[in-house]
């Protein structure tokens, strides 16, 4: 499906869907999924691709249905998307077994009830370069990990890297994880603003944690979703480590970062250092 808008998608049993797929593979590239009761219904299949597509008010207004769901897939592979102001759903939610998130703009933007990103059943996570935003009125959870129990043993991994979190919410978890997975997250190069303390077992180099206020100081223009780095960010600049380590192994892969709406551009380190969060600092792009 490939340059196709999709909206109205309505059924009694609440479950009209933009796409309802049944089949082996799926490729959603540069697609509008807007007002419907669910974007993609899917049933359990191989892999997954989604890329350069935006997921808008979506939902039944229960917090039960995502602004994209995605079920138990092999692979998922969500990339240079924007998925915001759901219908008090989660912006994402996966029961896919493993789960490859690149470089996307996840926003609730609104009073959002559901999670960011839900990986409902646990797998491989990994997600990087991604920018996430939570609500004052947020749901407590930015991030959720096998929720509904940890259907992959040993392979359920959370790997998170060169991320920028901003979160209006002083209350919220950032990420709550099942005590049934036994490998502690991975989290490098990420930069947070307004979130509580990371867990002190959890694996963790390179990131940085900021009181909101100082986003305004950081971040080229945060009110407008815009998490660029200032070139006064002395906070994140030449700050990250070398994570080439922890790279989503994906054949190919190479670092980008998001270009809005829906876009994407290669990320290129300009220092010495990795910058820390989602973007290396630009000079051309600040003027």
Same mark, same amino acid.
């Not at 897939?73 to 008090?88: D, M, P, T, V, Y």
């Not at 703009?105 to 939570?134: C, H, K, P, W």
């Given at each position: 499906?490939?340059?196709?808008?999709?909206?109205?998608?309505? %059924?009694? &049993?609440?479950?009209?869907?933009?796409?309802?797929?049944?089949?082996?593979?799926?490729?959603?590239?540069?697609?509008?999924?807007?007002?419907? /009761?669910?974007?993609?219904?899917?049933?359990?299949?191989?892999?997954? =691709?989604?890329?350069?597509?935006?997921?808008?008010?979506?939902?039944?207004?229960?917090?039960?249905?995502?602004? %994209?769901?995605? &079920?138990?897939?092999?692979?998922?592979?969500?990339?240079?998307?924007?998925?915001?102001?759901?219908?008090?759903?989660?912006?994402?939610?996966?029961?896919?077994?493993?789960?490859?998130?690149? #470089?996307?703009?996840?926003?609730?933007?609104?009073?959002?009830?559901?999670?960011? %990103?839900?990986?409902?059943?646990?797998?491989? #996570?990994? +997600?990087?370069?991604?920018?996430?935003? /939570?609500? %004052?009125?947020?749901?407590?959870? +930015?991030?959720?990990?096998? $929720?509904?129990?940890?259907?992959?043993?040993?392979?359920?991994?959370?790997?998170?890297?060169?991320?920028?979190?901003?979160?209006?919410?002083?209350?919220?978890?950032?990420?709550?994880?099942?005590?049934?997975?036994?490998?502690?997250?991975?989290?490098?190069?990420?930069?947070?603003?307004?979130?509580?303390?990371?867990?002190?077992?959890?694996?963790?180099?390179?990131?940085? =944690?900021? $009181?909101?206020?100082?986003?305004?100081?950081?971040?080229? &223009?945060?009110?407008?979703?815009?998490?660029?780095?200032?070139?006064?960010?002395?906070?994140?600049?030449?700050?990250?480590?070398?994570?080439?380590?922890?790279?989503? $192994?994906?054949?190919?892969?190479? $670092?980008?970062?998001?270009?809005?709406?829906?876009?994407?551009?290669?990320?290129?380190? /300009?220092?010495? /250092?990795?910058?820390?969060?989602?973007?290396?600092?630009?000079?051309?792009?600040?003027?």
């Amino acid at each position: 499906a490939e340059n196709l808008e999709f909206t109205g998608a309505a %059924v009694p &049993d609440q479950n009209g869907a933009g796409i309802r797929f049944q089949a082996r593979d799926l490729v959603v590239r540069d697609c509008y999924f807007h007002g419907n /009761q669910r974007s993609i219904l899917t049933s359990p299949q191989r892999n997954i =691709l989604i890329e350069h597509s935006e997921f808008f008010d979506n939902g039944t207004n229960d917090g039960l249905s995502p602004n %994209v769901g995605v &079920d138990r897939a092999e692979q998922l592979i969500f990339r240079h998307n924007w998925s915001h102001a759901s219908r008090k759903g989660d912006l994402l939610r996966t029961y896919a077994r493993r789960n490859y998130l690149i #470089a996307n703009r996840f926003t609730e933007e609104i009073d959002v009830s559901g999670d960011l %990103v839900q990986f409902s059943v646990g797998g491989e #996570a990994y +997600m990087f370069g991604n920018l996430l935003e /939570q609500v %004052v009125s947020g749901n407590n959870n +930015m991030i959720r990990f096998a $929720p509904q129990g940890n259907e992959h043993g040993d392979l359920s991994r959370l790997v998170f890297v060169h991320n920028t979190v901003v979160n209006l919410n002083p209350t919220d978890n950032f990420l709550l994880i099942n005590a049934g997975v036994s490998t502690k997250p991975t989290l490098s190069n990420n930069l947070f603003f307004g979130i509580k303390p990371l867990a002190g077992d959890w694996i963790q180099s390179g990131n940085v =944690l900021l $009181p909101i206020e100082d986003s305004d100081n950081v971040l080229i &223009d945060p009110l407008t979703y815009n998490y660029r780095l200032q070139g006064a960010a002395v906070q994140a600049i030449d700050k990250g480590e070398d994570v080439t380590g922890l790279y989503p $192994p994906l054949q190919d892969f190479k $670092p980008t970062q998001y270009v809005h709406p829906c876009r994407s551009e290669p990320r290129v380190q /300009q220092g010495a /250092q990795a910058d820390v969060g989602a973007y290396e600092h630009s000079s051309l792009v600040e003027n």
